[in-house]
């Protein structure tokens, strides 16, 4: 079955950043894309990018944009995702989670993975 | 940026009673785009409904999505306690994509 397998917890310093993994399974990784999402402690759901795993193109939301990189590596069916300049109100659990369709990926996002806590103190 | 605005932000009701939770947009969206997630305390989301009406696989049909435009609802019938949870909307247009601040269905 399709699964999405993250790294474990991370806890960073400020200013420092932080590089979380997601390993795709059960589906041809490269047709696709894959979303970044991310929560706060008690808060709601918030968008962090997109990455297209056969190109590696990636779109970022703009609160975002200059400290977060979308990585993939194809040979492994793994995205990446590297956030830099940490600070407290980025401690959250992140997840990613495959986009619905393989050639719109505006279509939601059907399988999620576990989640990376990620604590910046 | 499309603002989705969810109503209300807590809803208290009793097993078996319905739930109708409300989506709205700042602007006009495509019902394609308009997706609904369920999340249960230390899990992940779960899609709920696509395309604003179509039930996710292994979703029953007590949940049912509709709406075009700028107003979209979610309707829980016959709410059973698995149900009790955080339901978010979610929009992607114009390479940007949002969710709203989530609808809480607590036990009355």
């Known amino acids: 079955q399709v699964q999405l397998l993250q790294s474990g917890a991370e806890v960073k310093k400020p200013g420092a950043s932080v590089k979380v993994s997601c390993k795709a399974s059960?589906?041809?990784?490269?047709?696709?894309?894959m979303h970044w999402v991310r929560q706060s402690p008690g808060q709601g759901l918030e968008w962090v990018g997109i990455i297209n795993p056969t190109g590696g193109t990636t779109v970022y939301a703009q609160k975002f944009q200059g400290r977060v990189t979308m990585t993939r590596d194809t040979s492994t069916s793994t995205v990446y995702m590297d956030l830099s300049s940490l600070r407290s109100e980025d401690t959250a659990v992140y997840y990613c989670?495959?986009?619905?369709?393989?050639?719109?990926?505006?279509?939601?996002?059907?399988?999620w993975g576990q989640g990376t806590p990620v604590t910046v103190s | 940026e499309i603002v989705l605005t969810q109503s209300p932000g807590t809803l208290s009701l009793s097993p078996g009673e319905t739930a109708t939770l409300s989506c709205r947009a700042s602007q006009s969206i495509s019902s394609r785009y308009l997706v609904w997630y369920q999340q249960k305390p230390g899990q992940a989301p779960r899609p709920l409904i696509f395309?604003?009406?179509s039930r996710a696989t292994g979703i029953p049909d007590r949940f049912s999505g509709s709406g075009s435009g700028t107003d979209f609802t979610l309707t829980i019938s016959r709410l059973e306690p698995e149900d009790f949870a955080v339901y978010y909307c979610q929009q992607y247009g114009d390479s940007l994509l949002t969710f709203g601040g989530g609808t809480k269905v607590e036990i009355k």
């Open positions: 395309g604003a009406s």
């Open positions: 059960g589906y041809t990784f490269s047709s696709y894309y």
């Open positions: 989670a495959k986009s619905k369709d393989g050639f719109n990926p505006r279509f939601g996002m059907d399988v």
